[in-house]
């Protein structure tokens, strides 16, 4: 049975990018050659490894826990590799979130902290150096198949095509029908019929013919980002329905009575209708429905891979953009610093590491992305805020980051700017208009009780508080101005062209590891 069966300011300153991609080429490992003159038979070098394929699987709002509706993933991928139970995003909304993917930087190196200018969208990305051009560049065939980075539609309608894409077929703008496409360069419209416009098809059927076609003397690097299980979450006939039995989402924080801890704009919500709850439920029933034909499609680039005989030799990562909330906290979006939104699954399968199926709960955070694909794959980078995932799938105690940092810009929605840290049992927010948030996760998963104010969390509160001027730093534009990060910190996020070089230096010493 095949497997398709199983069911800063903020674009980077000229000297500053200069800089990164100079690192670049000085990554470059050295390799030694044995003299020719020393040489016997028996001590000829053996032939190098054969370099890995790698295949990102990006879905769109998907959460943590929804993994046991894919029977392909679970079949093979999380019974044949990790699955990291604590993986999350640093700043929770699609367009940041992508860009930290495909960098391994945080929202206050990428410039990206929001899906709007300034400080935010396409036109913030500096995309001269991304995961595809340190692929490219070492010698792989590329290929992106979905969702880019939001407002990419101008620059689609003109032809614009990143650098190190071999194979470019982007949305315009994300959709299930009725969406256009950019086929390296050319856009090219989709309409409504089921059997020839649904989405997560057609960017599966262009993925395996990217699979299919590659020359088999020269290693391929996919991403495959479809639109689902983004809301209006719109099943193809196959699944519509498949879910409608599901059970209601009820957990402690459904709908919370009592906000009055909450941080003012928390506060601001009203309680849920009636047809609100009704909403949320059926987005919530679609969005695993549009999950099988993720499903359905990953089963059938694993089958492209195994035909070519990639598939034993091909690193697979399957994640999400950001979570969402399923009406936790009265909330039905992202953004917020609730873990609801901020975890997102993490799944990785690499056969020639042997690794044996386990589930891993260490912190795990998207920047770690890039540079675990660039490590398993010995492809030089440029120096990255992310750390590689290598270590923590030849050996589940290997060391490993004990916080990170979470980040947040206001934009659309009412969600003031934030900074947080996140440790493996607490959680400390510091906002913009001074609210703060301190929340334990071993005692209170579910985020219900602040802590902030608890005279006896006053130990914590200091050493998160402490911990979180080192690690937002620089807070997010205009944080500074409204009282939520001391001065101090805030001046590096107004350095010049000049400083920016002086700035990227002390964020590299300043690990957040």
Request: glycine share 6%.
């Amino acid at each position: 049975m095949t497997l398709a069966r199983l069911g800063f300011v903020r674009r980077l300153p000229p000297p500053v990018l200069a800089v990164l991609l100079a690192f670049a080429a000085l990554a470059v490992p050295l390799v030694a050659f044995v003299s020719a003159s020393a040489q016997t038979p028996a001590s000829v070098a053996a032939p190098a490894p054969e370099r890995p394929n790698v295949l990102l699987i990006v879905t769109d709002d998907q959460r943590w826990d929804t993994l046991d509706a894919m029977p392909v993933v679970q079949q093979e991928l999380m019974s044949r590799g990790v699955t990291f139970s604590h993986s999350f995003v640093s700043n929770p909304l699609c367009c940041p979130s992508r860009a930290s993917i495909l960098t391994g930087n945080y929202s206050h190196t990428t410039g990206v902290y929001r899906q709007k200018t300034p400080y935010g969208a396409f036109p913030s990305f500096q995309d001269a150096s991304t995961l595809a051009t340190w692929m490219h560049d070492a010698g792989y065939r590329t290929g992106l198949f979905g969702k880019y980075i939001d407002a990419y539609q101008s620059d689609a309608w003109k032809g614009y095509v990143p650098p190190g894409w071999d194979r470019w077929v982007a949305f315009v703008h994300s959709g299930y029908y009725s969406y256009g496409l950019t086929v390296d360069g050319e856009v090219e419209l989709h309409g409504e019929d089921p059997s020839t416009d649904y989405s997560t098809t057609v960017l599966g059927d262009a993925a395996e013919r990217f699979i299919l076609s590659a020359p088999q003397d020269q290693p391929l690097f996919a991403e495959f980002a479809p639109a689902a299980p983004h809301d209006p979450a719109t099943a193809e006939p196959t699944f519509d329905g498949s879910f409608r039995d599901i059970a209601k989402w009820r957990p402690p924080s459904y709908d919370e009575a009592d906000v009055s801890d909450k941080p003012a704009y928390m506060q601001a919500l009203p309680r849920f209708s009636s047809e609100w709850m009704a909403w949320v439920d059926g987005l919530r029933r679609r969005q695993y429905e549009t999950l099988q034909s993720v499903d359905v499609q990953i089963g059938r680039l694993l089958d492209a891979l195994e035909e070519t005989g990639r598939l034993e030799n091909t690193l697979i990562i399957f994640t999400s953009d950001n979570g969402l909330l399923w009406g936790e906290h009265r909330w039905m979006k992202k953004e917020v610093p609730y873990d609801e939104a901020l975890r997102v699954p993490m799944v990785v399968r690499y056969d020639p590491m042997a690794i044996e199926p386990r589930t891993d709960d260490h912190l795990i955070v998207n920047v770690d992305i890039a540079p675990t694909i660039a490590s398993i794959a010995s492809v030089p980078h440029p120096l990255v805020e992310g750390m590689s995932m290598e270590p923590l799938l030849r050996n589940a105690d290997a060391p490993w980051r004990e916080d990170f940092l979470i980040e947040h810009m206001e934009g659309s929605n009412p969600v003031p700017s934030y900074c947080g840290v996140r440790t493996e049992t607490q959680k400390y927010v510091r906002y913009a208009t001074g609210e703060r948030e301190l929340y334990d996760l071993s005692q209170d998963p579910d985020e219900m009780v602040n802590l902030v104010d608890d005279p006896s969390r006053s130990t914590d509160v200091a050493t998160l508080d402490a911990r979180l001027d080192d690690l937002c730093d620089p807070p997010p534009p205009g944080m500074d101005e409204q009282g939520g990060t001391p001065a101090a910190v805030a001046l590096v996020g107004v350095a010049g062209a000049s400083g920016g070089a002086a700035y990227l230096s002390r964020r590299r010493r300043r690990s957040t590891r």
